[in-house]
């Protein structure tokens, strides 16, 4: 495939415009192609050229050969408006000697010159036949640098000496032709580069003649879809395509063209016409390189046009134009007067350059003849010829101080501030500067903020709430500031944009058979191929084309492949990307955690005996409830503070004063404070007095967790800022790693309920004469549903600390967390299970311990999940089954009762978690780098994680002990025997009839005493026994029990080891214990 490059040409316009091209060929790189006998070169005196330029060589032409060698000599080829038949001799290029010092080359060039009104534009053309890379360009130039039609060929002949010029018919230069051409021969995967060059007439133009010069003299021929064509246009301007234009509205309004409600409209106040080009010219074609921003003045013309025959109308035409000129040049020192005094360094400049003794030479000359027979004009233009220059550089001088004064004018008259050049774009209060000019009162000011770490911006609302106008201001503003103006707004700052591209409306485009979908596809298409790293892009409604479904699905794609685009948004480049389309809700990874919170209430709920069911699920709600308060008062202030130490936060108390981006941060953070309370409810249910939970869930959530988050997760914390060492004259740094929480949320959590359950003591029943005794939950299947919702929680609880998806690898981040989550919590469970089936005792596949397995593999994968091998995380949750069943065995050794092995499953996975970062990380861990620092990286996770339990325990151990002291801890026996959701909350969770004996006792109704038949059979611990008796109505060897009081309970650890009617109540060693 041949590969066809368009690319615009820097163009040197101090004097005139022209192209560098290099490359080089041999005879043998051309194909055979078609007849040269209808293919006419006229003379060199026209505004079109076209210059070959090949290597030198010895090979001839051989007469009458099909096959026509380049000639060594370049040529240049121009258009012409007149036909004329050329000689025979000029069909082939004929041959030179080498010329020493030209560079070996055989790039052909077409250029050509609009007329009329379409003077100053000049559209490029050419292509490399050694490597074939065609470039199309078309430039605006200023009018007097094309006042002459042999200038430019003038121009090329002095710069390429070796060249040798020809002209071609103007018929040739046809820009459907090379519309045509560029269809017919464009790679399908380049092919939304017609949009680009659609409207660029005379770019097309002399791509026409181009192809049809390299077919019938260069024998070479290109094969269908074959070649890569991209526009580009001048260097140093940025490039607006056509649809940017209409669609932006610079040049003429859309529904009113004669309004002049554009951009250029509300410019333009200058009074020259050559201003009002110039003007229009810099909108259409913005400056990107601030150096040379409004930096014009060496814009000059070589040209002065020869009248071919002299007229009464040309004398006219030569009297007019030296009154003119006089007129003109007495203008001269009141303007070199009014810039006497300035500052800027181009107002010096014109100020020297209005200082020409020629402009005295000439206005004296005039004043001369000016009176007398105007048969002597001619011979004074004669004598102004000679000092033409001067006046060229008077006409740019005037043109640039026109615009400059119509800027000056707009910004008298308006509320406009001078912008700022850096690498961020940042605007404040800033206004849409047409309807600035054409409301009667000011519209809504907006802000826009695009850096580094935010370039990729989504704009939301409900209909009619101004998007698409905030998008337009947004482009316009950058156009303004490129241009040279003030711009409408409090504060701006821009980064120079090379390319402005847009997708704004809706509309199809009948002339292309193109309906809004496909315009739409091929408009993103063109931007995709074209963003480069400093391009401002702006799409309105991106998908609006079709179905609700596919037009989201269409966002996410594209989104994706621009976020992809490492050119477009690394760090590195940090583009401006400005979107209006379809988003992701940043909630849907908190609406995960919501889903987890649901999880621990079912997990809790169905450990517990019904008698406690309501207490425990009004405590996970509570976790939330009084979470989110704590954390807005007190947490997120003391966590993340913008004014903070080492140590603790101290701002954004109540969250005042926090930017609204920041909201969702808080709403991430509550979750996790909210599951770190959830974890100390369950190790100290079924006894905890419910005004201490209150009082220990506001303590944990507002400053013991958010202290912990301050050191490890903010910036400024002690932990996060790490120890920097010096090694081989490089600055190294050792910092905590714990990705999402292993220590901070779940240590936390973890060491509090350790010190929680310890201080409460265990439940009554549990432990008779030091033997644990099992008091199994209610429900199974409600205990086995919590887990699972818990299970899918934490897939969201690990991938969703990545926070967001903004630069390339993220995502990757994200599935590489949740693969490994989903790894270290089945390899968890699978250990607890089978380390249960081996037990020394009960050998059992336990449901619960495969739950408690596997949450413990989940909170071990915390720390790691995005730094780790899928192989490492299988590994680290073998060990943490095995550390869960360590420390539920070492809890029942140290009589700690934790109904539902909450610190076995959090502490114990959480310690290894940390522990496991430093030793297994992929980059910089022991097992892989084996170095130095990664021994350091292991002693400051170390010390982090013993830092975090200490400070978690004592603050703990300080709490409960208040609390205990002052008896608020723990609920009398009576209460915890009845069990306390009527008591304490007075809505049971199931029918009275089956919470027992005493459960419907209440100051307004009689005592009852159910029979123990009524119980199911998982309630029967909480029957009271004595002296071997069994339940109350329930009959063993033929013996009917009779009602156990309440002066009885004092007993019941006597005897509920020794009575063997309560099945459910067992030595733990016969049931739990695995060693």
């Not at 380049?190 to 260069?218: D, G, H, P, R």
């Not at 001067?390 to 000056?408: G, N, P």
Request: glycine share 8%; hydrophobic share 40%.
């Amino acid at each position: 495939m041949v590969t066809l490059h368009c690319s615009g040409f820097e163009l040197d316009t101090s004097t005139s415009g022209t192209a560098a091209v290099q490359g080089s060929a041999s005879a043998s790189s051309f194909l055979s192609g078609g007849s040269f006998s209808d293919f006419e070169l006229p003379g060199p005196s026209s505004k079109g050229l076209m210059t070959n330029i090949y290597s030198s060589s010895s090979k001839t032409q051989t007469p009458g050969s099909s096959l026509r060698t380049p000639a060594p000599g370049p040529s240049l080829v121009t258009s012409s408006s007149t036909y004329r038949r050329t000689p025979s001799s000029r069909r082939t290029p004929h041959i030179s000697s080498t010329t020493p010092g030209m560079p070996t080359s055989s790039v052909v060039v077409a250029i050509v010159e609009g007329r009329g009104l379409a003077k100053g534009e000049i559209g490029m053309a050419s292509i490399d036949l050694k490597k074939p890379e065609l470039n199309l360009s078309q430039i605006i130039m200023p009018y007097t640098a094309c006042e002459n039609p042999s200038a430019l060929f003038k121009f090329l002949s002095e710069q390429i000496p070796y060249a040798n010029l020809s002209s071609v018919q103007r018929k040739y230069f046809n820009e459907a032709k090379g519309l045509d051409y560029v269809k017919q021969l464009c790679v399908p995967e380049y092919n939304t580069v017609e949009m680009e060059v659609a409207s660029k007439y005379y770019c097309l133009a002399t791509a026409a003649a181009l192809l049809k010069y390299v077919e019938f003299i260069q024998n070479v021929v290109y094969a269908p879809g074959s070649i890569k064509v991209v526009f580009k246009g001048s260097e140093k301007t940025a490039i607006i395509d056509a649809s940017t234009i209409k669609n932006l509205e610079l040049i003429q309004n859309a529904r009113d063209p004669e309004s002049g409600h554009c951009l250029c409209g509300v410019l333009n106040h200058t009074k020259t016409a050559g201003g009002a080009r110039l003007l229009r010219s810099n909108i259409l074609q913005p400056p990107c390189v601030i150096g040379r921003f409004l930096d014009i003045d060496h814009l000059t013309s070589m040209c002065v046009q020869l009248p071919k025959q002299e007229t009464v109308k040309t004398a006219e035409s030569k009297i007019t134009t030296v009154i003119y000129l006089k007129h003109t040049l007495e203008l001269i020192e009141p303007l070199r007067m009014s810039l006497q005094d300035t500052e800027a360094d181009l107002f010096k400049a014109y100020y020297e350059s209005l200082n020409e003794s020629r402009f005295a030479t000439i206005i004296q000359s005039i004043q001369t003849v000016i009176h007398d027979d105007t048969r002597v004009v001619s011979e004074l233009l004669g004598e102004i010829r000679e000092n033409v220059g001067c006046l060229y550089k008077l006409s740019e001088l005037v043109s640039v101080m026109d615009m400059l004064v119509s800027f000056a004018h707009l910004c008298t008259l308006s509320d406009y501030v001078r912008p700022e050049f850096t690498d961020t774009l940042a605007i404040k209060n800033g206004r849409h500067p047409i309807l600035d000019k054409i409301l009667t009162e000011p519209p809504t000011a907006n802000n826009t903020y695009a850096t580094e770490g935010s370039n990729f911006l989504v704009i939301t609302g409900p209909n009619m709430s101004g998007k698409s106008t905030y998008l337009k201001q947004i482009a316009l503003l950058q156009i303004m500031a490129q241009v040279g103006c003030y711009v409408p707004a409090e504060y701006a700052s821009f980064r120079a944009a090379d390319q402005i591209l847009s997708r704004i409306g809706s509309d199809d485009d009948i002339e292309t058979n193109s309906s809004t979908f496909t315009l739409e596809m091929r408009e993103i298409h063109f931007i995709i191929q074209n963003a480069s790293d400093k391009s401002l892009i702006v799409i309105d409604e991106l998908g609006r084309g079709t179905s609700s479904e596919e037009g989201v699905g269409i966002c996410f794609s594209i989104a994706e492949t621009l976020l992809k685009r490492k050119k477009a948004f690394s760090e590195e480049a940090a583009s401006e990307k400005i979107t209006y389309t379809h988003v992701v809700s940043k909630g849907k990874t908190e609406e995960k955690h919501y889903v987890m919170q649901t999880g621990f209430a079912f997990l809790e709920a169905g450990s517990v005996r019904s008698k406690n069911t309501t207490n425990i699920l009004i405590k996970n709600f509570l976790d939330v409830f009084i979470g989110a308060v704590a954390y807005w008062l007190f947490g997120y202030a003391f966590a993340f503070g913008a004014e903070s130490n080492v140590f603790i936060g101290h701002k954004y108390f109540a969250l005042a004063d926090l930017p609204a981006e920041k909201y969702s941060h808080w709403f991430f953070h509550f979750v996790f404070a909210a599951t770190a309370a959830t974890i100390v409810s369950g190790a100290m249910a079924e006894r905890t007095e419910f005004k201490a939970y209150l009082v220990y869930s506001v303590f944990l959530t507002g400053f013991v967790y958010p202290v912990v988050t301050h050191w490890a997760w903010d910036g400024n914390g002690w932990l996060a800022t790490g120890l920097k060492y010096t090694k081989d004259n490089v600055t190294m740094s050792v910092t905590y790693q714990d990705f999402a929480g292993s220590g901070v949320v779940h240590v936390v959590g973890g060491a509090v309920a350790l010190i929680g359950a310890s201080l409460v003591g265990p439940r009554i029943g549990r432990f008779v004469h030091g033997v644990p005794v099992v008091i199994s939950g209610h429900t199974v299947p409600k205990a086995a549903l919590g887990g699972f919702i818990v299970f899918f929680g934490f897939l969201a609880f690990n991938g969703g600390s990545q926070a967001a998806i903004a630069n390339e690898g993220d995502a990757n981040a994200v599935a590489l967390s949740i693969v490994n989550t989903v790894l270290g919590g089945a390899s968890g469970a699978l250990t607890a299970m089978i380390i249960k089936r081996l037990g020394f005792v009960d050998k059992y596949w336990s449901l619960l311990f495969t739950i408690n397995g596997g949450l413990t593999g989940m909170v071990a994968m915390c720390a790691g999940c995005n730094v780790v091998h899928p192989y490492v995380a299988a590994f680290i949750g073998i060990i943490a089954g095995m550390a869960y069943v360590a420390w539920s065995t070492v809890m029942l050794r140290v009589k700690v009762d934790d109904p539902l092995d909450a610190v076995a499953v959090h502490l114990g996975g959480g310690l290894w978690g940390v522990l496991s970062v430093p030793i297994f990380n992929k980059e910089s861990g022991i097992f892989y780098a084996g170095d130095d620092h990664s021994f350091r990286l292991f002693g400051w996770n170390l010390l982090g994680v013993l830092v975090i339990w200490a400070w978690s325990s004592i603050l703990a151990f300080i709490l409960f002990i208040i609390l205990r002291l002052t008896k608020q801890l723990r609920v009398s026996e009576e209460i915890e025997l009845k069990g306390l959701d009527i008591p304490k909350h007075g809505e049971p969770a199931y029918p009275l009839e089956s919470y027992g004996d005493g459960w419907n006792e209440s100051p307004s109704a009689k005592r009852q005493t159910f029979p123990f038949t009524q119980h199911p059979p998982i309630l029967q611990s909480h029957v009271s026994l004595r002296n071997g008796q069994p339940p109350n109505g329930s009959k063993r060897n033929g013996q009917v029990s009779t009602p156990v009081q309440n002066d009885q309970i004092s007993n019941i650890e006597e005897n509920v080891i020794r009575n063997p009617a309560v099945d459910v109540i067992k030595p733990s060693h016969m049931v739990d214990t695995a060693f």
